[in-house]
């Protein structure tokens, strides 16, 4: 290529570059951020399926329903086994036309690090533990990726009132679920949920994970479960996780009772 022709691409090329992170909808000719998963013109319902239909199924990260001033991710931690999850914060950040839409994170790989000066956090315990200042991992690259949001399940009273759990744990899951506002129990993937706690240095944002299996066991169906919190880890009179009991597992069971279609899988 002579020399001219690059320079000649090597421009539009910028040009096309100012467009990056909005995208037009094919429908209605809306401009939205590409962040956002559906058309932000309310009476046009494009959903844009390209925008993660490679990443939908992935369980990297998944954005979770948290406050409305934040954006907390589930993210996977990779070497720590399959079902070894921890928490990304990204900052909500309006767009400079006030139109809501988000452009943070707006291009894949886009650049994580403006998104750390401008915020974002990585909780995973291992990146907490290793540098004093803000870094980027792998885990906020993964939640400025990520187009997947967590699904959140309805707990029934009627399950909840239905179910042989001692009253005090009834009155905490009650209080977990509504001292503060979001979903109480929110699935990740299969076999993880996100659920609400009480905050703590641990689990600053009042989230934890909780990841069950199921497991054949001859005739039987078994369930395996692992809660990330302290009540959890330190019941030593229960050695066998198994037998080992916390208001989040009961909070999942009453999730799983109030919805028929969830206890299919
Ligand atoms: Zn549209
Ligand atoms: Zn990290
Ligand atoms: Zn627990």
């Known amino acids: 290529m002579p020399r001219e022709d690059k320079r000649a691409n090597f421009l539009t090329d910028l040009g096309r570059a100012t467009m990056r992170g909005v995208r037009k909808c094919p429908k209605c000719g809306t401009l939205n951020g590409?962040?956002?998963?559906?058309c932000k013109n309310k009476s046009c319902d494009v959903i844009f399926k390209e925008a993660?239909?490679?990443?939908?199924?992935?369980?990297?990260?998944?954005r979770i329903t948290a406050g409305a001033d934040t954006q907390i991710y589930s993210v996977r931690v990779r070497d720590k086994g399959p079902d070894y999850r921890g928490f990304v914060q990204i900052p909500l950040i309006q767009s400079v036309d006030g139109s809501g839409d988000i452009f943070i994170g707006?291009?894949?790989l886009g650049d994580p690090m403006l998104l750390l000066q401008m915020g974002a956090r990585c909780y995973?315990?291992?990146c907490q533990r290793k540098s004093q200042q803000p870094s980027l991992c792998s885990h906020i690259r993964a939640a400025s990726q990520c187009y997947?949001?967590?699904?959140?399940?309805?707990?029934?009273?009627?399950?909840?009132?239905?179910?042989?759990?001692?009253?005090s744990i009834k009155t905490d899951i009650w209080q977990l679920a509504t001292d503060t506002?979001?979903?109480?129990?929110?699935?990740?993937s299969k076999n993880i949920m996100v659920v609400k706690c009480k905050p703590e240095a641990l689990h600053q944002f009042?989230?934890?994970?909780?990841?069950?299996?199921?497991?054949?066991?001859?005739e039987e169906?078994?369930?395996?479960y692992y809660c990330g919190c302290r009540s959890f880890k330190i019941q030593p009179a229960a050695r066998d996780v198994s037998f080992r009991k916390c208001v989040h597992l009961y909070a999942c069971v009453v999730a799983f009772a109030s919805d028929h279609n969830l206890s299919q899988v």
């Open 221 to 224: 169906i078994e369930y395996k």
């Open 106 to 108: 707006a291009e894949p």
């Open 124 to 126: 995973v315990e291992s």
């Open 52 to 62: 993660g239909e490679k990443k939908k199924h992935s369980t990297e990260a998944c």
């Open 34 to 38: 590409t962040r956002g998963f559906s």
């Open 206 to 218: 009042g989230f934890l994970h909780f990841s069950f299996q199921q497991v054949r066991n001859k």
């Open 181 to 188: 506002p979001g979903p109480l129990v929110q699935r990740v």
């Open 148 to 167: 997947k949001d967590a699904t959140s399940l309805t707990l029934k009273n009627s399950a909840l009132n239905s179910l042989p759990i001692p009253q």
